[in-house]
């Protein structure tokens, strides 16, 4: 089987570590585990719980406990309609690989995550990718996919809240698109990995598995609740499909970790309050990049309504990914090169770390755009 380079993966990897001034995280300033249990409380309690936690192998998809927290982010789901994974990124790998055979015609909604795509391809399913554009606020556009799907399309997938867009679907917009796949009988899959970071109201839109039956949807603590390092993620589906899943995961994970699971739990039962923290940075720092935007003669940028990152465009003179090389070595700010998303002359911007690192961040690619 092949696969293409993981191009978003491969430049976090080789340069992540690197950078003085991080811009190109996507997760709203990270957690410790000290700052997550001072925010729901009863922190020694939840220390003596850890304590005497056994470490072997948790409930295999999940603690019904977390299941059920996640199925409160969907109308009507229960704990059985949840697979807990190892992150969103597995959840993702495990609807692909469920979905998608060889021949397979699957539609993939670009700018979004490589993943989307590149792993249907490498499964052997023929992709056809369609682009969303500046001009249409980088939304779906609906009568290009009227034309790409057709009787054969098995499946649409895409990713809203966007990567690397900060784009958002309201809810007629998302009826739309489950309309055209019901015409073609295909499936949806929508990474929604950043809803619950509407920057108007969290939780503003619903889920596509809110409006459709052959609906999936993804998710994880990372982004939204500020903690990757628990690499705990989820699938919610029609119970069928994650029985398939399910069969799929045993190859890849026996159970996720349970101190992940019990933190887990604890921060999806409490999400007001680590929402209470993380909404007002990511708005604070949204508005500071579109401050710095509209005083940086060479830098242009949709607004993001939801999410974490946005897609720079750059007037410059050489490639993005050089760009961005340089502003590294230069400079020590990182940005992830708009050819990780087959957009050139762009750059993904992670506007949500602190806001002393933004700050110092978009100063610093000031400075060497003056002198590139």
Not at 249 to 258: A, M, P
Not at 297 to 326: N, Q, Y
Not at 327 to 344: D, H, K, N, T
Not at 347 to 355: C, E, L, N, S, V
């Amino acid at each position: 089987m092949h696969i293409a380079e993981f191009g978003v993966e491969e430049w976090m990897n080789a340069y992540e570590t690197r950078a003085r001034h991080n811009v190109a995280e996507t997760c709203v300033e990270s957690l410790t585990v000290k700052e997550l249990l001072t925010l729901v409380g009863n922190r020694e309690e939840h220390l003596a719980a850890l304590e005497r936690t056994h470490l072997t192998y948790g409930d295999i998809p999940g603690s019904e406990r977390l299941r059920g927290a996640i199925s409160s982010l969907y109308r009507g789901r229960t704990a059985e309609d949840v697979l807990v994974t190892g992150g969103g990124i597995a959840a993702n790998f495990l609807a692909l690989w469920s979905l998608t055979e060889p021949g397979d015609h699957v539609v993939a909604l670009l700018p979004t995550y490589q993943q989307l795509y590149s792993l249907p391809e490498s499964f052997g399913a023929q992709v056809t990718r369609l682009f969303a554009r500046a001009e249409n606020s980088f939304l779906p556009d609906l009568d290009a996919l009227r034309k790409a799907v057709s009787d054969k399309t098995k499946l649409i997938v895409l990713n809203y809240p966007n990567n690397p867009t900060g784009a958002k679907l309201d809810e007629a917009l998302m009826k739309e698109i489950v309309a055209i796949a019901d015409r073609c009988g295909a499936w949806i899959l929508c990474d929604e990995i950043y809803r619950g970071l509407e920057h108007d109201a969290p939780y503003g839109t619903p889920s596509f598995v809110d409006l459709y039956d052959r609906a999936v949807s993804t998710g994880s603590v990372s982004k939204v609740y500020s903690l990757a390092g628990l690499r705990t993620g989820w699938l919610t589906g029609p119970r069928d499909f994650l029985r398939t899943c399910f069969q799929h995961r045993d190859y890849t994970t026996i159970s996720c970790g349970r101190l992940d699971d019990y933190l887990a739990t604890l921060a999806l039962e409490h999400r007001a309050v680590i929402l209470e923290r993380n909404l007002p940075l990511v708005r604070t720092n949204a508005a500071l990049l579109a401050d710095w935007v509209a005083a940086e003669p060479r830098v242009s940028c949709l607004p993001p309504k939801a999410g974490t990152t946005a897609l720079l465009r750059l007037d410059i003179p050489v490639s993005s990914e050089e760009f961005c090389r340089r502003l590294l070595e230069e400079a020590g700010a990182l940005l992830v090169p708009g050819e990780c998303f087959e957009i050139p002359y762009t750059a993904r911007i992670g506007f949500a770390p602190k806001t002393e690192t933004l700050r110092d961040g978009v100063g610093a690619i000031s400075s060497f755009l003056k002198r590139l």
